[in-house]
């Protein structure tokens, strides 16, 4: 584990998830379908069309987003030292 003063929780799934398989980590991208329906979710919430639900899904997405780009930071910290 890479020693990082402060953890927040978020931090230390992303380690934890980086550390298994660092390359699939940074190789991961999500499917076009995924990618097709935060596209769509993104336009409506721009558009004012956005209903509760999707703006609840729309964050989710986000925080899985944050958390991969988490988790690739720390893949590309633990692919430097191999």
């Given amino acids: 584990m890479i020693a990082i003063k402060d953890y927040k929780a978020s931090e230390e799934v992303a380690d934890f ?3 298994t398989d660092p390359a ?5 991208r999500p499917s ?3 990618s097709d329906r935060v596209s769509d979710l993104i336009d409506r ?10 703006q609840q899904e729309l964050d989710q997405y986000m925080q899985l987003e944050h958390l991969m780009r988490m988790a690739k930071i720390f ?3 633990y692919s430097a030292k191999r």
């Fill in 45 to 54: 919430e721009k558009s004012g069309e956005i209903s509760l639900e999707e």
């Fill in 75 to 77: 893949a590309r910290k």
């Fill in 24 to 28: 699939k980590v940074i190789a991961f």
């Fill in 17 to 19: 998830i980086a550390a």
């Fill in 32 to 34: 076009k379908e995924t």
